[in-house]
């Protein structure tokens, strides 16, 4: 069965930095690419970040420059750095098995002063 758990949320001050994780099981990660999805209260989710199974990333334009996708597939794990943290990002974020329907549960980072 594959699975997505994802780590690493919380309660952070404007400016603040997290780093979230999302490791599977299941699949052979390698091949796949990843995806980091987030929804606010009242909006859609949307797509943040994305890496290729070859390491290619991309962003949504409201993150460039403050956060980084990488993948390890020596753990199975794909992150999302997340620097200089505004109220805006506030929102549960998922993890996305790029091309599959398979999903984190979802983790919850807050930024507020």
């Known amino acids: 069965q594959v699975q997505l758990v994802e780590s690493g949320g919380g309660l952070v001050q404007p400016g603040e930095s997290l780093r979230l994780s999302c490791t599977a099981s299941g699949i052979i990660f390698s091949i796949y690419g990843m995806d980091w999805y987030r929804q606010a209260p009242g909006k859609q989710r949307e797509l943040v970040a994305r890496i290729s199974s070859g390491g290619i990333t991309n962003y949504t334009n409201s993150v460039k420059g403050r956060f980084t996708i990488s993948r390890d597939n020596l753990s199975n794990t794909v992150y999302l750095q997340m620097n200089s943290l505004k109220p805006e990002d506030t929102a549960v974020y998922y993890c996305?098995?790029?091309?599959?329907?398979?999903w984190g549960q979802g983790t919850q980072v807050t930024v507020s002063s």
């Open positions: 996305y098995l790029h091309g599959t329907a398979v």
